[in-house]
């Protein structure tokens, strides 16, 4: 019985150090340039070597971590040109989608949801978490791309989205008053795609993008 435990057991342990490490670089726990121990992180979390450097090797393939011969992990920094790059991809992905969206009548599908996600955030913004306000964050335009059925909009979004989860804690981080900033954004989104307008999207989501820029 205790064999075929094993690969299930190391697999959580694996699992348990990925999302702790990948959460920390994400929060900004963890900033570019940062050097984790391996034996440091084991003593942390509870687990071995080998589950741990599993995880390592996971964040690596996601560009999250680069493992150097001397150094071993370390966080990979995002430099203001692959900002840049993320912001401009993330504008022209979410504006193609919610234009699909208007145009094949799809806006009432996803307006409740988007309206409950606005109620959340505000509540989340009024007591300042702020980990949940960017959560959410996520899944609003995530719903809006969502709604495009469009699914190579879907999976770029995807692709972008852990870059794009960074940008927004060290921005609302540092500047915790783009929370209520962030939050009027997207009431003036989701008010432009139930009324079928577009371009006022595109428009807004412009200048929302816009304040991301810069935040590296």
């Given at each position: 019985?205790?064999?075929?435990?094993?690969?299930?057991?190391?697999?959580?342990?694996?699992?348990?150090?990925?999302d702790?490490?990948?959460?920390?670089?994400?929060?900004?726990?963890?900033?570019?340039?940062?050097?984790?121990?391996?034996?440091?992180?084991?003593?942390?979390?509870?687990?071995?070597r080998?589950?741990?450097?599993?995880?390592?090797?996971?964040?690596?393939?996601?560009?999250?971590?680069?493992?150097?011969?001397?150094?071993?992990?370390?966080?990979?920094?995002?430099?203001?040109?692959?900002?840049?790059?993320?912001?401009?991809?993330?504008?022209?992905?979410?504006?193609t989608?919610?234009?699909?969206v208007?145009?094949?009548?799809?806006?009432?599908?996803?307006?409740?949801?988007?309206?409950?996600?606005?109620?959340?955030?505000?509540?989340?913004?009024?007591?300042?978490?702020?980990?949940?306000?960017?959560?959410v964050?996520?899944?609003?335009?995530?719903?809006v791309?969502?709604?495009?059925?469009?699914?190579?909009?879907?999976?770029f979004?995807?692709?972008?989205?852990?870059?794009?989860?960074?940008?927004?804690?060290?921005?609302?981080?540092?500047?915790?008053?783009?929370?209520?900033?962030?939050l009027?954004?997207?009431?003036?989104?989701?008010?432009?795609?139930?009324?079928?307008?577009?371009?006022?999207?595109?428009?807004?989501?412009?200048a929302?993008?816009?304040?991301?820029?810069?935040a590296?």
């Amino acid at each position: 019985m205790s064999t075929p435990s094993t690969p299930v057991t190391s697999h959580a342990a694996s699992d348990r150090a990925y999302d702790h490490v990948k959460r920390a670089i994400i929060r900004g726990d963890l900033p570019g340039g940062t050097a984790i121990s391996e034996n440091a992180l084991c003593h942390e979390i509870g687990v071995s070597r080998t589950p741990v450097h599993e995880a390592f090797l996971r964040l690596a393939a996601e560009d999250l971590l680069t493992l150097e011969a001397r150094k071993g992990a370390v966080v990979r920094p995002m430099s203001p040109n692959e900002a840049a790059d993320v912001l401009e991809m993330r504008e022209a992905i979410e504006s193609t989608a919610a234009t699909r969206v208007v145009t094949d009548g799809r806006a009432a599908d996803v307006t409740p949801s988007l309206q409950a996600m606005l109620a959340e955030q505000a509540q989340a913004s009024a007591s300042g978490d702020v980990d949940r306000f960017i959560e959410v964050d996520a899944e609003f335009h995530g719903a809006v791309i969502g709604a495009s059925r469009n699914a190579i909009a879907v999976m770029f979004a995807r692709t972008l989205r852990d870059r794009q989860q960074r940008l927004r804690h060290h921005l609302m981080r540092l500047q915790p008053s783009q929370l209520q900033a962030s939050l009027e954004d997207h009431r003036a989104l989701a008010a432009a795609l139930e009324a079928g307008d577009a371009a006022r999207y595109a428009e807004v989501l412009s200048a929302h993008v816009a304040s991301h820029r810069g935040a590296l």
